[in-house]
């Protein structure tokens, strides 16, 4: 069974969140088939080639069939030939998207949480909420909890907590009913209120 850190109001360690003992027995094929779909989902695709058919240039026989010793041709659009078409080349038409149902997704989700619990990377708070609205108060936050990079997760986001955070690299503040698979696994510490994950345990 897989424990979070649970933090009190001056962020040090406090005790433990156990997380439900069956999410030890989740596969690790569901995150992976989840990022791949996630990926290919955004995954811009602008590489376009030509094939012979589409290259502008006569389709003229450059030379005689037999008689001078080179291998035989019949339009200079083949690949072959500098200008000619691409061979195989990529094409914008070619769909990347790989659909995965709700179900896998959960479990995604449920499966990087407890990856990052069983690393000592989720840490549970009471509250998260910067009334000053100032970055640098965010700031001593996400240095003491997550140095280099960390995904904040909070039940609702109110007005001064985005402004304190929206301004720091390496750091995102969401709401629960936000988050996702890919995500978690992408920052090395998760933040997460004490409401937040027992919503999102609740769901599941």
Known sequence: ????????????????????EAYESISEQNL???????????????????????VSGTDKKPFAQKGGGRARQGSLK???FVGGGTAFGPKNSRNYVQKVNKKQKRLALLYALNKKASEGSLLVIDSLKIESSK??????????LAPRDGL??????????????????????????????YIVASYRVIVIEKAALEQIIKEG
Do not use: C, W
């Open 32 to 54: 992976y088939l989840y990022v791949k779909s996630f990926l290919g989902a955004i995954r811009q695709n602008g590489a376009h080639t030509k094939t012979r058919a589409a």
């Open 78 to 80: 083949g690949p072959t």
């Open 135 to 144: 970055t640098k108060e965010a700031f001593k936050i996400a240095a003491k």
């Open 1 to 20: 069974m897989s424990k979070a850190v649970t933090l009190n109001e001056q962020y040090e360690p406090a005790g433990d969140f156990a997380l439900p």
């Open 152 to 181: 904040f997760v909070v039940l609702n986001i109110n007005e001064n907590s985005f402004r304190a955070f929206r301004n720091l690299p390496n750091h995102y503040l969401m709401e629960a009913g936000e988050i996702n698979a």
